[in-house]
């Protein structure tokens, strides 16, 4: 090969060498992403403060929301306590209806002159009949009183006599008669004590 050829070859690789980086430089600014406009902090801020204002308002009308659910729920919790304490005696009134029926009609046999002997078994009876209903349905218990120890929590001594045939402080007779619901007293026997001497 003559050294002319040669130099003519480098002599047309640098000429291809500067149009080549031309053209990468002209397809630079084609492939290079374009920019995207700058969104303006405050504009990203703006939004976010609006996002978190809304979720705030969100937050608020759901707690307000369940604190009027838990109002309400309280109100008729208290309506519901109301109305089953005033009619929490409902049993116990019909069962003592039955009662003041059998006195009705003692007491209209009484007025048309009926006989007193019957009057005074109706009414025994009738007695009995409310003092079972008041024992089986309620729980509520007459206390013997006459006979037995005096004991100051089921007795109330109204009276005191010395008796020297006792050995121990005993009630001798019953001026009202003492009753237990379930077992507590709800009213003590008035009653006339003898004690020993």
Same mark, same amino acid.
């Given at each position: 090969m003559s050294k002319h050829t040669e130099e003519d070859?480098?002599?047309?690789?640098?000429?291809?060498?500067?149009a080549e980086a031309e053209n990468e430089m002209?397809?630079?600014?084609?492939?290079?992403?374009?920019?995207?406009?700058? %969104?303006?902090l405050e504009e990203i801020l703006q939004k976010k403060v609006e996002e978190l204002e809304s979720a705030n308002a969100e937050l608020k009308d759901q707690m307000l929301r369940?604190?009027?659910e838990l109002e309400n729920y309280r109100k008729r919790l208290i309506r519901d306590k109301e109305e089953a304490v005033q009619f929490a005696n409902e049993s116990l009134i019909r069962d003592i209806l039955g009662f003041l029926d059998n006195m009705e009609r003692a007491l209209a046999a009484a007025?048309?002159?009926?006989? %007193?002997?019957?009057?005074?078994?109706?009414?025994e009876m009738t007695q009995n009949q409310l003092l079972s209903t008041l024992d089986k349905n309620w729980g509520?218990?007459?206390?013997?009183? %006459?006979?037995?120890?005096?004991?100051?929590?089921?007795?109330?001594?109204?009276?005191?006599?010395v008796d020297?045939?006792?050995?121990?402080?005993?009630?001798?007779?019953?001026?009202?008669?003492?009753?237990?619901?379930?077992?507590?007293? %709800?009213?003590?026997?008035k009653v006339k004590i003898g004690k020993p001497e």
């Amino acid at each position: 090969m003559s050294k002319h050829t040669e130099e003519d070859k480098e002599t047309k690789l640098e000429q291809e060498i500067p149009a080549e980086a031309e053209n990468e430089m002209k397809e630079e600014p084609q492939t290079e992403p374009q920019q995207t406009e700058e %969104v303006p902090l405050e504009e990203i801020l703006q939004k976010k403060v609006e996002e978190l204002e809304s979720a705030n308002a969100e937050l608020k009308d759901q707690m307000l929301r369940r604190q009027a659910e838990l109002e309400n729920y309280r109100k008729r919790l208290i309506r519901d306590k109301e109305e089953a304490v005033q009619f929490a005696n409902e049993s116990l009134i019909r069962d003592i209806l039955g009662f003041l029926d059998n006195m009705e009609r003692a007491l209209a046999a009484a007025k048309n002159g009926g006989d %007193v002997n019957a009057l005074i078994e109706g009414f025994e009876m009738t007695q009995n009949q409310l003092l079972s209903t008041l024992d089986k349905n309620w729980g509520l218990k007459g206390i013997e009183s %006459v006979g037995q120890e005096f004991d100051p929590s089921l007795h109330e001594a109204c009276m005191m006599a010395v008796d020297g045939s006792l050995d121990k402080e005993t009630v001798l007779e019953e001026f009202q008669k003492g009753y237990t619901l379930h077992g507590r007293v %709800v009213r003590p026997a008035k009653v006339k004590i003898g004690k020993p001497e």
